[in-house]
């Protein structure tokens, strides 16, 4: 009778796993450890799902509901509860005692680990390598990844050291499945592989800075795909900048002056995502700022690779100086703070005093001590063009106008760089107009700006103000006086095509339309819209008729 009740219930139970493996939607699966070792004998039940045993390896498989709430795991006559309710993925580890073993996961599969090199395993004749290689690498030429992956992982797992393909063409497949997962838990699961392959090759092949930064990228290209189905927010968000800066980090404190270009760009991007996220001060940032563009500079001087230094001088030194620009960190307050000790550090240094002078004007620090005292020791370090320039600026601010005006003839005459000479001519032309309202004099600085570099809109700004300025003392009639904000606003016009000057100009531009003749006035002097007409006088510049 009892083995009759027995054989009942061992019925009853199978019937029971059997509607419940028909619900089930989903198969959850992980390895249970005890003390950090795999552990056997324990009941691994899925709520609203099925159950198993574990064996030696610790691993179990299970399947379960999508709305299964937690597993339960029995040995002898202990259980435990993981909560998996809201949590994505379905693998998930346990310690039943102890912790979860960190480090190197790997499935060996039925083999030993051999970690012989490619060369050492063809002198051995190693048939299972030599299959498994053969197999995987025809497969992966044709592309056909599905078949290439399970000879791939018998050499991934198995022999880990024989050739650095298995983990620059095993990336490769992983991104394809990447790529094509069809749900950001699964998308997750895969990428998580991903990273431990760029840790494994790191172990078995070095280059641990190099390959950083390569994790680092791949990390946050599928991290923040826009093929997710949800944007990272908040502490998630937190958590994959704070990934991609430390990896970014290390690889760059690794490699210095042979880290790749773009990941200086990578590390700026997420330094200044972090400072924003409320991670990192704004110390940091320009710290990080200063150490990216040293780098970049060490790249150009080194000049060894024409590609890399083409890449870093026209990509990758302009995005990061935007990048920093735009952040919010690179305020007088905080570059203040940084560089007046690195000033009494490097106060011999021009190089370096040039750097900090650039930074703090960038940042509209010119009024600051830091900047006064930079200006005067770079002076008498090296009396160039730029320390001149500086010098005109500290004695602009003290309203030492002849001062002024000596070193800043000093500065155009000695500049042979000339992007700056275009800057010196624009600042010494808005000088004489402000104080000396020599208008003239002004415009042609001006125009010297100009005929260096077109895109200057400051200087057409700089000349659209000079004729607005020139319209109070314009001789003539009422008509001719007004004709002069048909010039100004040709000039706005002009600056406003770019996008620094583009709000300003078109302010200046309804601002001044008021100005133009009527209808009535051009008519008595026979004029039409859209006939040239020429403003005379020192101005001497011809026009389009408006009202």
Same mark, same amino acid.
């Given at each position: ?95 039943? @005692?102890? +912790? %979860?073993? !960190? ?6 599969? #039925?083999?030993?680990? =051999?970690?012989? $090199?490619?060369? /050492? ?41 024989? @050739?650095? +393909? %298995?983990? !620059? ?6 991104? #394809?499945?990447?790529? =094509?997962?069809? $749900?950001?838990? /699964? ?361």
């Amino acid at each position: 009778m009892k083995a009759i009740l027995r054989i009942s219930l061992l019925v009853a139970a199978v019937v029971m796993v059997g509607i419940t493996v028909a619900q089930a939607q989903r198969v959850i699966k992980g390895t249970v450890y005890m003390d950090g070792e795999p552990a056997a004998g324990i009941t691994v039940e899925a709520h609203k799902g099925g159950e198993m045993l574990t064996s030696f390896d610790g691993k179990y498989e299970v399947e379960a509901d999508e709305k299964s709430k937690y597993i339960r795991f029995t040995f002898i006559d202990e259980s435990k509860k993981l909560d998996i309710e809201g949590k994505s993925g379905d693998v998930f580890d346990f310690a039943f @005692t102890g +912790n %979860i073993p !960190t480090g190197d996961e790997e499935d060996a599969g #039925s083999g030993e680990v =051999n970690l012989g $090199t490619h060369d /050492e395993l063809m002198k051995a004749q190693d048939l299972d390598y030599l299959n498994n290689l053969s197999l995987y690498t025809e497969f992966y030429k044709q592309g056909d990844y599905k078949s290439a992956q399970p000879h791939w992982k018998v050499l991934y797992n198995q022999y880990p050291k024989s @050739t650095r +393909n %298995i983990y !620059t063409q095993g990336a490769k497949m992983l991104e #394809s499945k990447i790529e =094509n997962a069809k $749900t950001d838990a /699964e998308r997750d699961e895969l990428i998580d592989q991903y990273m431990k392959l760029y840790d494994k090759r790191i172990k078995y092949f070095g280059e641990e800075g190099f390959v950083l930064g390569r994790k680092g990228t791949s990390w946050l290209k599928y991290k923040l795909s826009q093929d997710r189905d949800n944007a990272p927010e908040g502490d998630d968000l937190k958590a994959i900048h704070k990934s991609g800066y430390e990896w970014f980090a290390k690889s760059i404190k690794l490699q210095g002056e042979e880290t790749e270009p773009p990941i200086l760009l990578l590390y700026m991007q997420t330094t200044v995502a972090l400072f924003k996220l409320g991670e990192l001060p704004k110390e940091q940032v320009v710290k990080n700022y200063e150490e990216s563009m040293s780098i970049a500079n060490a790249i150009i001087a080194a000049n060894e690779d024409e590609d890399k230094v083409k890449q870093t001088q026209e990509t990758v030194i302009p995005f990061i100086e935007n990048i920093f620009g735009k952040s919010g960190a690179a305020d007088c307050e905080a570059l203040v703070n940084i560089y007046s000790v690195q000033f009494q550090e490097n106060a011999d240094d021009a190089d370096f005093i040039k750097s900090m002078l650039r930074r703090l004007a960038r940042a509209k620090c010119t009024d600051s001590e830091l900047f006064e005292q930079g200006t005067n020791r770079l002076y008498d370090l090296d009396p160039s063009a730029e320390a001149a320039f500086n010098m005109a600026r500290r004695y602009m601010r003290k309203d030492d106008v002849e001062n002024a005006k000596k070193y800043y003839k000093q500065a155009m005459e000695q500049e042979t760089d000339q992007e700056l000479l275009s800057t010196y001519y624009y600042e010494y032309g808005v000088f004489v107009f402000v104080k000396e309202n020599a208008l003239s004099e002004a415009r042609n600085y001006a125009r010297k700006a100009l005929a260096i570099n077109s895109e200057y809109c400051e200087a057409y700004m700089l000349i659209g103000d000079i004729y607005v300025a020139a319209s109070r003392s314009f001789s003539g009639t009422d008509l001719e006086k007004s004709a002069v904000f048909w010039l100004a606003s040709d000039y706005y016009a002009k600056a406003r095509r770019y996008e620094d000057c583009s709000i300003d100009a078109s302010s200046k531009i309804a601002q001044y339309k008021k100005y133009f003749p009527n209808k009535e006035e051009a008519f008595m002097e026979g004029l039409q819209e859209g006939t040239t007409y020429k403003v005379e006088g020192w101005i001497n510049e011809s026009t389009k008729v408006r009202f």
